[in-house]
Every structure is written in C-alpha cells, then in structure tokens.
C-alpha cells in the first residue's frame, strides 16, 4: 500500500510503499479517509518532540485521524505504531474509536480533535476557567487559538475573551465568533495594552501559543502593582512556541505579579484528564461542529503530494489534511 513513510527524523515522509498491516491483538485494519498535518506530527518526524527518541523507523507518519472500519463505521482513532494514519490502510483498536456523526465530513473531524482537546484542557485542566473571568489568548488566530476562543465561550461560558494575533482579517474573523476585543501584533503597543486592560479588569487566565517576545511583553504587562485591590492572581498556561522556543524573564516580574506559570502537554496533563477528553469530549465536539456552533478551516491535500506540502507553512488558522 502507499503510505507517508519516515525513513528518517529531520526529513519530510517519503510517499512510496509500505507493508499492509495485518490484525493483532484486537486491533483491527481500517481504511484511512483523513489525517492532519498537526504541529505534534511535524515535531514527532523532526526529531525535536521528546517522543521521537521512542519513534520505531521506518514507520508511517500520522498519530490519528478518521478511517473506516469493516463494519462501514466512520472513526476518529489513533494508529497502532508503526502503522500512523497517513497511509491508504492502517492500525486501529475499535474499543479507543469515537463515531463520527452523520453531518461532519471525515476532513474536519480528522483536523479537530488535537487542537480542540488541547483547548479543552488548556481552558478547563490547566486555566481552570470560569465564567465571570477575564481571558487573554495570545496567539489567537491560528487552528487551537481560535477553538480555544470559540471554546472559552460555548462551553465554559467565560465573559471576556481578548485574542491576540497579527493576521488583521482573522482577529476580526475572530470577533464574530467569540473574541471581545482584540489586539493586532506588529501594529499596537502589546505590553501597553494588556497592561491598561490588565488594570481594568484583571486577567484570571492567560492562554500562550506563542512564547518568544510576545509572551515576555505581556507577562511585564501582568503587575498588581497598579491594580487597586492590590493582588490578583492569573494563570499563565504555556502551550505553543511560534515565536520563540526561549525567553527572558526578569525575577522582579513574577514578584510584582500573582502569576502561575503552566504547561499544556502530553508530560503536563494527568492521564485521566486526556482520557475524558477523548471520552466525553471529542463526541461533544464533533456534535458542536456538525450542528455549526464551531468553525475550523480545513485545507485538503492529497496524500502524495506529502513531501512537498510538508515543509509548507500552513494558512493563517488552516489545518491542512490529507487523504489517501
């Protein structure tokens, strides 16, 4: 069969042949309809995610996606290494598959479940969200930024959202769906205007893809020192690192603020809590975005164009998928 093969960490999938998988242990073989390209997948076959050293090569790119079972059902389900999803055929354990409903075509379901989990548990697990609180999203118009807006208020109910972001036409995009206000990198103070909100309603959670420069600024921005009740306290949740994997952060800041810095991560989340999510979660996520409560823009490529596509950046707030 044709399949996305890493032959090596560092080098994009090779589209060419790959033995068929054959049934073990319960699992089953599926006939794969769609997998996403996500930044978890490019760190595994890079080499800089933690998990690549655990990686079994060759092997098939692709850590889920949807694919159909010999019963006819439509799936999201992870493969069974070194059978990953990008491929014609694959791996899977049918007890671990959540249904894709009638309505939501296998491209979005297959592009959803990684951004909207990591959301799910930024705002639930690691932010610890509640309705009457102030949110910041740094990072706001890619793929998980904006689920984690439109999240924020259909799910946890949270009355302010600001999102931050540089491309102009989604942070107004972003408007429509959730975001209060908005904040456009590269052409406003960001320090300057998260500290005047800051001041004006205190932020309760902050959720970062970013890092880098941008989270140096409004991380300064967070003082209680102007704050008239004198404290306040706001979780900061690290989740990506777009604009820089390190940063400077002088002492004098986490003294002068009420912060809590968090990851949000395979190693930083309980077991359990990424259980429910795949659980409960992901079946009300694939009912919200067949009913058209959520939006994700999705870009379709087919699956022998992977090596050229790969190195690719994605369009702003696009999940790009491919099929086989």
């Given at each position: 069969?044709?399949?996305?093969?890493?032959?090596?960490?560092?080098?994009?999938?090779?589209?060419?042949?790959?033995?068929?998988?054959?049934?073990?242990?319960?699992?089953?073989?599926?006939?794969?309809?769609?997998?996403?390209?996500?930044?978890?997948?490019r760190?595994?076959?890079?080499?800089?995610?933690?998990?690549?050293?655990?990686?079994?090569l060759?092997?098939?790119?692709?850590?889920?996606?949807?694919?159909?079972?010999?019963?006819?059902?439509?799936?999201?389900?992870?493969?069974?290494?070194?059978?990953?999803m990008?491929?014609?055929?694959?791996?899977?354990?049918?007890?671990?598959?959540?249904?894709?409903?009638?309505?939501?075509?296998?491209?979005?379901?297959?592009?959803?479940?990684?951004?909207?989990?990591?959301?799910?548990?930024?705002?639930?697990?690691?932010?610890?969200?509640?309705?009457?609180?102030?949110?910041?999203?740094?990072?706001?118009?890619?793929?998980?930024?904006?689920?984690?807006?439109?999240?924020a208020?259909?799910?946890?109910?949270?009355?302010?959202?600001?999102?931050?972001?540089?491309?102009?036409?989604?942070?107004?995009?972003?408007?429509?769906?959730?975001?209060?206000?908005?904040?456009?990198?590269?052409?406003?103070?960001?320090?300057?205007?998260?500290?005047?909100?800051?001041?004006?309603?205190?932020?309760?959670?902050?959720?970062?893809?970013?890092?880098?420069?941008?989270?140096?600024?409004?991380?300064?921005?967070?003082?209680?020192?102007?704050?008239?009740?004198?404290?306040?306290?706001?979780?900061?949740?690290?989740?990506?690192?777009?604009?820089?994997?390190?940063?400077?952060?002088?002492?004098?800041?986490l003294?002068?603020?009420?912060?809590?810095?968090?990851?949000?991560?395979?190693?930083?989340?309980?077991?359990?809590?990424?259980?429910?999510a795949?659980?409960?979660?992901?079946?009300?996520?694939f009912?919200?975005?067949?009913?058209?409560?959520?939006?994700?823009?999705?870009?379709?490529?087919?699956?022998?164009?992977?090596?050229?596509?790969?190195?690719?950046?994605?369009?702003?707030?696009?999940?790009?998928?491919?099929?086989?």
């Amino acid at each position: 069969m044709k399949a996305a093969v890493v032959e090596a960490l560092g080098r994009p999938p090779v589209y060419t042949d790959f033995p068929e998988p054959a049934e073990r242990d319960g699992a089953v073989v599926a006939s794969v309809e769609a997998a996403a390209m996500t930044n978890l997948v490019r760190g595994l076959v890079s080499g800089s995610h933690y998990a690549s050293k655990g990686l079994a090569l060759p092997s098939i790119a692709g850590v889920d996606g949807v694919a159909r079972l010999a019963d006819g059902r439509l799936v999201y389900t992870g493969a069974i290494s070194p059978y990953g999803m990008m491929a014609e055929r694959t791996l899977v354990e049918p007890r671990a598959a959540v249904d894709v409903p009638d309505g939501l075509d296998a491209v979005t379901a297959a592009a959803a479940p990684n951004p909207g989990m990591s959301a799910w548990a930024s705002l639930g697990h690691s932010a610890q969200v509640q309705p009457e609180h102030h949110l910041l999203v740094l990072g706001a118009t890619g793929v998980t930024g904006a689920l984690a807006i439109q999240l924020a208020k259909t799910v946890f109910g949270v009355e302010q959202v600001v999102a931050v972001g540089r491309d102009a036409a989604r942070l107004e995009w972003l408007q429509s769906v959730g975001a209060d206000d908005v904040i456009r990198l590269g052409s406003e103070d960001l320090l300057a205007r998260v500290a005047a909100a800051h001041r004006d309603r205190p932020f309760d959670a902050v959720l970062d893809y970013l890092w880098g420069e941008p989270a140096e600024q409004v991380l300064a921005a967070l003082s209680n020192d102007t704050l008239s009740a004198g404290f306040h306290a706001t979780r900061f949740v690290q989740v990506g690192q777009m604009a820089g994997a390190t940063i400077t952060l002088p002492a004098g800041i986490l003294r002068s603020a009420g912060i809590s810095l968090a990851g949000l991560g395979p190693g930083s989340v309980p077991l359990d809590v990424l259980i429910r999510a795949r659980a409960e979660f992901v079946p009300q996520l694939f009912g919200m975005l067949a009913a058209g409560q959520l939006q994700l823009t999705t870009h379709r490529e087919s699956l022998e164009n992977v090596e050229a596509v790969w190195t690719q950046r994605e369009p702003s707030g696009t999940r790009v998928v491919f099929t086989p």
